[in-house]
T-cell receptor
Framework: EPEVTQTPSHQVTQMGQEVILRCVPISNHLYFYWYRQILGQKVEFLVSFYNNEISEKSEIFDDQFSVERPDGSNFTLKIRSTKLEDSAMYFC????????????FGPGTRLTVT | RKEVEQDPGPFNVPEGATVAFNCTYSNSASQSFFWYRQDCRKEPKLLMSVYSSGNEDGRFTAQLNRASQYISLLIRDSKLSDSATYLCVVMSMEYGNKLVFGAGTILRVKS
């Protein structure tokens, strides 16, 4: 069964450093997403991406964040200058289409900012 | 008012019990509805989509009441492996394709 994969599974970084989280969506999916979950809190939407551009972003997704599809398979989330409050699980998801199409999540990257 | 509200639980039930979870959502423009389950420190896994006519998948039954903006999930014959957090999720095309998650309901099934 096809699945979304993410690397690394755990990333530890110092405040102010840049991090890049990587995702490989399901191969025939066209829509890609990043969500995050701070420990003990609910899952929150960050950004959606289609046809090489951002289609929607949340208030959380400020200028410190960027996304890219550098090739035909990878989808990345970059945080330019990490803050302590960026510590969270970051989940990548993908879907075949819009509307009622289901989104499938990767296993997540645990980001710890010290 | 929270966009998606769920009773956090925990619901502690014996194996074989039937348990029901409810969820309400505030955005009447919401168009698609889902239940996900999440195990501790893992990703949300899609359990089922929820349709206006109601739908069933094995031991799981989901119902949607658009007029009341209410979604439910019924689990019959609970198994130990059903222990998880159940996430009520809504989506509105008005806001792109983003999923809005409830905080989840914890289920613990005990032998």
């Amino acid at each position: 069964e096809p699945e979304v994969t993410q690397t690394p599974s755990h990333q530890v970084t110092q405040m102010g450093q840049e991090v890049i989280l990587r995702c490989v969506p399901i191969s025939n999916h066209l829509y890609f997403y990043w969500y995050r979950q701070i420990l003990g809190q609910k899952v929150e939407f960050l950004v959606s991406f289609y046809n090489n551009e951002i289609s929607e972003k949340s208030e959380i997704f400020d200028d410190q964040f960027s996304v890219e599809r550098p090739d035909g398979s990878n989808f990345t989330l970059k945080i330019r200058s990490t803050k302590l409050e960026d510590s969270a699980m970051y989940f990548c998801a993908s879907s075949e289409g819009l509307g009622g199409y289901e989104q499938y999540f990767g296993p997540g990257t645990r980001l710890t900012v010290t | 008012r929270k966009e998606v509200e769920q009773d956090p639980g925990p619901f502690n039930v014996p194996e074989g019990a039937t348990v029901a979870f409810n969820c309400t959502y505030s955005n009447s423009a919401s168009q698609s509805f889902f239940w996900y389950r999440q195990d501790c420190r893992k990703e949300p896994k899609l359990l089922m989509s929820v349709y206006s006519s109601g739908n069933e998948d094995g031991r799981f039954t989901a119902q949607l009441n658009r007029a009341s903006q209410y979604i439910s999930l019924l689990i019959r014959d609970s198994k130990l492996s059903d222990s998880a957090t159940y996430l009520c999720v809504v989506m509105s095309m008005e806001y792109g394709n983003k999923l809005v998650f409830g905080a989840g309901t914890i289920l613990r099934v005990k032998s």
